[in-house]
């Protein structure tokens, strides 16, 4: 877990400068969504993230591999 700050970092100081520039202002009104997106994005996003769910839980459960035990000559 020690690898977590130094991404976070990572993302800060590299990702964000790119999506984000430095001289964004505030809007002087807040801003809305005309409409709904819709019950299709929903289900489809709702798909998506059970799907990323599932990976992660399988990627975290991985065990290693066994491997057999060397049975050649002893030198």
């Known amino acids: 877990m020690a690898l977590v700050p130094h991404v976070v970092g ?3 100081g590299t990702l964000l400068p790119l999506v984000m ?3 964004a202002t505030a809007s002087p009104a807040p801003v809305y969504p005309p409409e709904s997106s819709g019950i299709a ?3 489809v996003g709702g798909f ?3 799907g990323l ?3 992660l839980y ?3 459960n991985l ?3 066994r491997r057999e035990p060397y049975e050649g ?3």
């Open 48 to 50: 998506f993230a059970v």
């Open 41 to 43: 994005s929903d289900l």
């Open 63 to 65: 065990k290693p591999k």
């Open 58 to 60: 399988y990627l975290l």
């Open 73 to 75: 000559p002893n030198d």
């Open 21 to 23: 520039p430095a001289d």
């Open 53 to 55: 769910l599932m990976l």
């Open 10 to 12: 990572w993302f800060v």
